[in-house]
């Protein structure tokens, strides 16, 4: 059964910086990719950035580029979501998903309406001073 565990959220100033983790079980991690979407109050949901745990293939939404870095530990099966300068705008609960098609996982941080099966439970990052 495929477990993701996203943490790390919780209350930073403006411009501030937060890393999200997002802890994977019960796949062969290097097989999957993983990514990061965000969905704020009342908002649909937004795709962030994602990585191909195999071959380290990494995409970040045209919005989030110069700010996020996505990064992976293959050993520990986590996928790290580096977030800086960080806008009142970015508050959202973030949530990880994984996928065993790295170009469908591409698709789905494009297209975030993209249907994926395996969801974490999201974690809540709030931006406010």
């Known amino acids: 059964e495929v477990q993701l565990q996203a943490s790390g959220g919780g209350l930073v100033h403006p411009g501030g910086s937060l890393t999200l983790s997002c802890a994977a079980s019960?796949?062969?991690?290097?097989?999957?990719?993983i990514g990061w979407f965000r969905q704020a109050p009342g908002k649909e949901r937004e795709g962030v950035a994602s990585?191909?745990?195999?071959?380290?293939?990494?995409y970040i939404e045209d919005t989030m580029k110069g700010r996020v870095t996505i990064s992976s530990d293959n050993a520990k099966n986590t996928v790290y979501l580096q977030m800086n300068s960080l806008k009142p705008e970015d508050t959202a609960v973030y949530l990880c998903?994984?996928?065993?098609?790295?170009?469908?996982?591409?698709?789905?941080?494009?297209?975030?309406?993209?249907?994926?099966?395996?969801w974490g439970q999201g974690t809540l990052v709030t931006v406010s001073s």
């Open positions: 019960g796949f062969n991690f290097d097989d999957y990719a």
């Open positions: 998903a994984a996928d065993s098609r790295c170009h469908h996982m591409i698709h789905s941080i494009i297209y975030p309406t993209t249907t994926l099966n395996n």
């Open positions: 990585i191909c745990t195999g071959d380290g293939r990494r």
